[in-house]
């Protein structure tokens, strides 16, 4: 079993930079894939970053270009960052994890990932 504790959300101002971790307990974290999602209201819930233990890293077209992901197994944490923030960045992040390995990027897809964070609330405020 595979415990995923988001922290870092919160209120960010337009144009700035979020900046939100994943700590997993419970499981050899060296050995998962881990994934960002995100969720705004009435919209499904879409991929945003993934990585593996590699690591490789695959990042959603929304954000390729001002995303950053990263993970620190000596901490069994993964870093989310996003610079240049905008309303439509307005959404509960979610973390997930699969003990899966891809040798080529890591799915954005959530029927992928087994375990599931509460997520943390980030809302961008102009």
């Known amino acids: 079993q595979v415990q995923l504790v988001e922290s870092g959300g919160g209120s960010v101002q337009a144009g700035g930079s979020l900046n939100i971790s994943c700590t997993g307990f419970g499981y050899s974290f060296y050995s998962l894939t881990v994934a960002w999602f995100r969720q705004a209201p009435g919209n499904q819930r879409e991929g945003v970053a993934a990585i593996t233990v590699t690591p490789s890293s695959n990042y959603a077209e929304f954000v390729k270009d001002r995303c950053t992901i990263l993970r620190d197994n000596a901490k069994h944490t993964v870093l989310l960052q996003i610079n240049n923030l905008g309303a439509d960045d307005t959404a509960i992040y979610y973390c997930?994890?699969?003990?899966?390995?891809?040798?080529?990027?890591?799915?954005?897809?959530?029927?992928?990932?087994?375990?599931w964070g509460q997520g943390t609330q980030v809302t961008v405020s102009s």
């Open positions: 997930a994890a699969v003990p899966t390995h891809w040798w080529g990027p890591p799915p954005l897809e959530t029927a992928a990932y087994t375990y």
